[in-house]
């Protein structure tokens, strides 16, 4: 116990998050992830006293592993008609040299695209979050484009290929994927806008890891050594004279 002017007491304590999976702190559109620490403090002839704090949780992602450092590649070709009457297709392959990324990473894309039909198309690329909510028997996803590039138009029998092209993923949660009531993915939409017909859409996984040196949700926390986090407070009433 450390005495503080103005006769303020503060207690050092600090206590070890259980093992086995715990998701990371998360808030999204239809649900959130919170963790809180509460303090009680009992008293003869008083109320007992409450107060709590908020601390965040990330669990971390490794994206290191052999599986996530290995190309992910896919292919799709659509066909095109103009009143039930054929008008060629359009096809798109693209690969990129690993599956798992951080904040500030740019992922390089390898594609072709190939137009033979009568219209003109435009390539594009962008990162896509999938929100699964898992309760009570229901479901609810959402989904969201965050970033998104473009290539030129390709005119009528003619192709364009992407060799190196970039887009950086910006500050991300990380992929939660071993949670049972939430799981947060990440897409590499790389699709072609076809006019009068469905878009022809591939889709690469990613994993978003963290960066090391972020917080550990293993290693242990103690309110007297975090800088990110504020003393929590008890207002008393004065003691009986």
Not at 33 to 55: C, G, H, I, M, N
Not at 99 to 108: A, L, S, V
Request: aromatic share 8%.
């Amino acid at each position: 116990v450390i005495l503080r002017p103005g006769n303020k007491y503060e207690y050092k304590f600090g206590f070890e998050l259980p093992q086995g999976p715990l998701g990371t702190t998360f808030k999204g559109k239809y649900g959130c992830v919170d963790y809180w620490v509460k303090a009680f403090l009992e008293r003869p002839s008083f109320p007992t006293q409450e107060t709590k704090k908020r601390f965040e949780v990330m669990d971390p992602v490794d994206v290191n592993t052999p599986e996530l450092l290995s190309p992910v590649a896919a292919k799709k070709e659509k066909k095109v008609s103009c009143m039930f009457i054929p008008d060629g297709r359009v096809s798109v392959s693209a690969q990129i040299d690993r599956k798992g990324f951080c904040e500030g990473d740019d992922i390089c894309i390898n594609a072709d695209f190939e137009n033979t039909c009568s219209r003109i198309v435009v390539p594009k690329a962008a990162i896509v979050a999938k929100h699964t909510y898992l309760a009570n028997g229901q479901t609810k996803v959402f989904t969201q484009k965050l970033s998104c590039v473009r290539g030129n138009h390709i005119i009528s029998g003619t192709s364009e290929s992407w060799r190196g092209k970039t887009i950086r993923v910006k500050k991300l949660k990380p992929s939660i994927l071993g949670c049972n009531i939430l799981r947060v993915e990440y897409f590499l939409q790389i699709y072609v806008s076809v006019p009068g017909s469905k878009k022809i859409i591939l889709e690469l996984p990613l994993v978003i890891g963290s960066r090391s040196g972020i917080g550990s949700r293993s290693s242990s926390m103690a309110s007297q050594t975090s800088s990110e986090m504020s003393w929590v407070d008890l207002n008393l009433p004065d003691a009986p004279e």
